[in-house]
């Protein structure tokens, strides 16, 4: 098979380049149209959906290309993907059912508007990279069979923590040191920060005050060790992964046992380490002859071998990442079948009975990562349906909402895909945590 970039240059030579659209305008979806409005190589971004078309045409502007046309039916857009012209929408439909669009980026980190969107995108046969961990840890594994149903493809990006992991331990397995961990690099953890406490640092940094603080009380960091525990079978050692804090990431080592490590492989994170970010694998291999090598390559003694990448550039390979779809079929990294893990949403603080949960980032619970079968047993509500939720009853801080504790919204499509995916994966395959063979 011919690398990427030797195909992308045979597509822009031939005039066929891969057409993107990207649905969502926030921070990081503004740096996918930075990053395509250069232009790429064999790629072009043909349209963005944005509930705020001024935002999106903001950032397109800042690209310094001539203004996108703004479409608000479906013919519109379609003629103007026809002429090369670039568009804007604040309807996302329009955009999955546009005929000249081969990917779509759905990069808004939303549950219920992303599952809309996904579906109506695999019904007109376009393969979806998602930038939404939010919406893959809660319904990525019935996504990803109603992907294989409709005959596309669903991959989370290139870039990103999740990614590079699967990305990473891939090359350990080819290399043949067995993968028997994998985390991030976590600079900072806070469970009990808000949109509140966070405003400063995102005013500085142009994002959401609610994104921001999903990530410092860790539940983007949850999200994204639940996408890799789906993806390779590996489970956690504890609620909320173990965390331990290290000087440097190769430290991680001295926190788990070979024994441990082989009889369940693990996801997890290092708190505090240098490089300050990234992600890392550890691989196992005991064989005398090769160890002598890796200490030579100051890998250490072994038999447990750290590899990490410090990089994390999630808006410059996610449209990479649709390119390999397009052209290749091959997901950067998806759910290998049912659940091993979910991301429950658990008490910031005292909570009493009335109040809304808000969700991600809120005032209300941060997200933990627990084994599948627990969450299933305990009726745990994960967190990515939690926004919305009534809550019928008080709940103590540092508590585990269940579902007995809420009362969902009506009519959500979330809710029905997470029924089905229930459903369609029960019983939970006790193969699944076996964590021995990484997909290909």
């Not at 012209?85 to 808004?108: F, K, N, Y």
């Not at 609620?239 to 331990?244: D, E, I, N, Q, S």
């Not at 091959?330 to 429950?344: D, F, H, S």
Request: aromatic share 6%.
């Amino acid at each position: 098979m011919m690398i990427l970039d030797q195909v992308l240059a045979q597509r822009e030579a031939a005039g066929r380049p891969i057409r993107i659209g990207l649905i969502g305008a926030g921070f990081m979806g503004r740096g996918i149209i930075l990053q395509l409005g250069t232009p790429l190589v064999g790629m072009r971004l043909s349209a963005i959906a944005s509930r705020n078309v001024d935002t999106a045409c903001r950032a397109w502007s800042d690209t310094g290309l001539d203004p996108p046309v703004v479409a608000t039916n479906q013919t519109e857009l379609d003629n103007s993907v026809a002429a090369n012209r670039q568009v804007v929408t604040s309807d996302p439909m329009l955009l999955c059912r546009a005929a000249g669009i081969d990917v779509v980026i759905e990069a808004t980190g939303q549950v219920e508007s992303g599952a809309h969107t996904v579906l109506e995108a695999f019904a007109q046969r376009k393969h979806v990279v998602l930038m939404n961990a939010e919406l893959d840890a809660t319904i990525g594994p019935i996504l990803k069979v109603r992907a294989d149903t409709a005959g596309v493809c669903i991959s989370n990006a290139d870039g990103d923590e999740p990614a590079i992991a699967f990305r990473l331990l891939r090359h350990v397995q080819s290399i043949g040191y067995r993968p028997v961990l994998a985390g991030n690099v976590k600079g900072f953890l806070d469970r009990y920060r808000t949109a509140a406490t966070q405003q400063g640092f995102a005013e500085r940094t142009k994002q959401n005050p609610k994104m921001v603080a999903s990530y410092a009380d860790g539940t983007k960091l949850n999200l994204e060790a639940c996408l890799v525990a789906n993806a390779t079978g590996f489970r956690v050692g504890q609620r909320g992964m173990l965390g331990p804090k290290c000087l440097h990431v190769k430290d991680i080592v001295k926190h788990f046992s070979p024994a441990q490590l082989l009889a369940q492989p693990l996801v997890d994170y290092a708190l505090g380490a240098e490089p300050g970010s990234g992600v890392f694998v550890v691989g196992y291999n005991d064989q005398p002859s090769k160890q002598h090598y890796m200490r030579y390559l100051k890998m250490g003694d072994g038999p447990l071998y750290v590899f990490y990448s410090p990089h994390v550039l999630p808006h410059l390979e996610a449209p990479l990442t649709a390119a390999q779809l397009a052209l290749f079929g091959g997901a950067a990294i998806t759910p290998r079948g049912a659940p091993v893990c979910e991301v429950i949403a658990t008490a910031k603080r005292d909570l009493k009975a009335g109040e809304i949960l808000d969700g991600l980032g809120g005032f209300a619970s941060y997200g933990l990562i627990e084994n599948a079968e627990v969450a299933r047993a305990e009726k745990m509500l994960p967190m990515g349906l939690s926004v919305g939720c009534r809550l019928l009853r008080d709940v103590r801080k540092d508590m585990a909402i269940v579902d007995a504790d809420v009362q969902r919204p009506e009519g959500r499509l979330c809710d029905r895909l997470w029924a089905e995916q229930d459903g369609h994966f029960q019983p939970l395959a006790s193969s699944a945590s076996s964590g021995r063979s990484i997909p290909s």
